[in-house]
């Protein structure tokens, strides 16, 4: 049976400490929420946070959008108890769809934190995406996403961190990331191979919506489902750049429709306006169709 199609265009930052943003955050279209219990928390803030964010899953109201806890490092004092308030929040009929990793370096790090979430009682539906923001990950990214082979890994998207990248190679983050462009397609690349999602990197000059929407365009081309943001400014531009055209879904749906006749039932390849098309191009077009299906199915 076939995994349906969750959009992943818009995923927006919510800092956990902060409840005016998570109320706000109800009424956003973005296709997902990360709460972010990480970056976003001063040290002394961290209990105060977690408690607030339970609250917050406790009440819901943020259906159709993805909701995703962002949980501090696996080694640090807080983890553990990030965890158990995820799994124990994934019980209830709104909980969180996700936990977002920071720092994943190695796919045992997803084993072990799957195995503990099998011990906490997690639903079976919680899934983990894994930051991928360090040297280490980006060059083992193929055995990072290839853990999601492993039901036990649970792991569902990769999310690129070009900032801390950036902190860590001294690369620069410049216009078209050009000195970054090779480790973004390796893991796009990593990414279909082991069958998650990706996401692209946070935009930091969010008044800067120009320069914004040309990398969103950038990052769809090269792969990307989406891209994680830290401003609600930034939600229309980027689903607009990562859903699919009209046209193109359009072209998509003849193009099913014309495999789908009798008479071409079991060809490779067909005829349509005067170009030859095979049927994996169908099956690009049923992709393209199913999203644009789970697109409309959210307005």
Known sequence: ????????????????????????????????????????????????????????????GFKPREVVVRTNGVGTPWFSEDLAMIAAASAREEGPDALLLPKVNDPETLLLVGRTLDALGAAPSLRVWAMIETPIAVLRALDIALAAKNPVSRLAVLALGTN??????????????????????HCVLAARAGGVGVLDAVWNEFRDLEGFTRECAEAAAMGFDGKTLIHPDQIAPCNAAFAPPDEEVAAARALIALFDRPEHAGKGVVQIEGRMVERMHADIARRTVALADAIAARM
Do not use: C, H, Y
């Not at 801390?164 to 397609?185: F, N």
């Open 1 to 60: 049976m076939s995994t349906p199609v969750r959009p992943r265009r818009s995923v927006l930052f919510m800092p956990g400490s902060n409840p005016r943003a998570l109320e706000k955050a109800r009424g956003l279209p973005a296709d997902a929420l990360v709460i972010d219990l990480e970056d976003a928390v001063a040290p002394d803030a961290k209990s105060e946070a977690r408690a607030r964010v339970a609250a917050t899953l406790r009440e819901g």
């Open 164 to 185: 801390d990248l950036s902190k860590e190679t001294g690369a620069r983050i410049v216009p078209g990331r050009a000195p970054m462009a090779s480790w973004l397609s």
